[in-house]
């Protein structure tokens, strides 16, 4: 079965520092993995994803996220965070071939960046 | 532009009267799906559909059901819903390996 860990409910971070949001995964093969965001309000919005290839990821907004197999994680990090970067963050590992319409969340991390 | 779209925005119904809640893509994609989210525990699949006249079930399908009769739409019917069903709902379709969400539609069932 596959599924996604957020270890963190919230992460709170001063503007301009680097932040981290983490994601562990635990799949049959290779995974999808994927990061979105909501913000309030506010639909979810596609960040990045990682298929195969780099394990370092670029992604919308200065988002990047490392895929480490051997930790099985998928961490989403920022250089320098801003204040607009307050929001709900889900990871998610997706199913291939037959299971192609399949995604699995991770409970989600609230993320908030003081100024 | 390309959008998932979903109707209602915001239902308040009362427990037992039939509601469906549509959903509509307009960039002929294979794959939809649909989502609840709750506090607490993120988005959880309850369908997603390969193609039109192919469904499967997700995590949580009990209470629901649905049908992909065209390619464009992918309503979900609630046949009796119940207040356990008060939730925030997300219709998405997928291109290139991504799925791209719909608006919401929040839920309450009294």
């Known amino acids: 079965a596959q599924s996604v860990a957020q270890p963190e409910d919230q992460v709170n971070v001063a503007e301009g520092n680097p932040l981290t949001v983490k994601c562990t995964y635990s799949?049959?093969?290779?995974?999808?993995l994927f990061w979105y965001v909501q913000y309030p309000n506010r639909g979810l919005q596609f960040l990045l994803k990682?298929?195969?290839?780099?394990?370092l990821v670029k992604g919308s907004y200065g988002f990047e996220a490392e895929f480490n197999k051997s930790q099985t994680s998928f961490h989403l990090k920022k250089p320098s965070a801003l204040v607009s970067d307050s929001a709900l963050y889900f990871c998610?590992?997706?199913?291939?071939?037959?299971?192609?319409?399949?995604?699995?969340f991770g409970r989600g991390t609230q993320l908030t960046v003081w100024p | 532009e390309a959008q998932v779209t979903q109707n209602p925005r915001y239902l308040i119904t009362v427990t037992g009267k039939k509601l469906t809640v549509t959903c509509s893509q307009n960039?002929?994609?294979?794959?939809m799906s649909w989502y609840r989210q709750d506090p607490g525990l993120g988005l959880r699949q309850i369908y997603y559909?390969?193609?039109?006249?192919?469904?499967d079930k997700g995590d949580v399908p009990e209470g629901y059901k649905v049908s992909r009769k065209e390619k464009r739409n992918f309503p979900l019917i609630l046949e009796s819903p119940s207040p356990n069903q008060t939730s925030l709902y997300f219709c998405?379709?997928?291109?290139?390996?991504?799925?791209?969400f719909g608006p919401g539609t929040r839920l309450t069932v009294l």
């Open positions: 998405a379709s997928t291109w290139a390996d991504t799925q791209y």
């Open positions: 799949v049959s093969g290779n995974p999808y």
């Open positions: 990682y298929i195969t290839g780099d394990n």
């Open positions: 998610a590992v997706g199913g291939r071939g037959s299971t192609l319409g399949r995604l699995y």
């Open positions: 960039m002929n994609h294979e794959y």
């Open positions: 559909s390969m193609n039109v006249e192919v469904t």
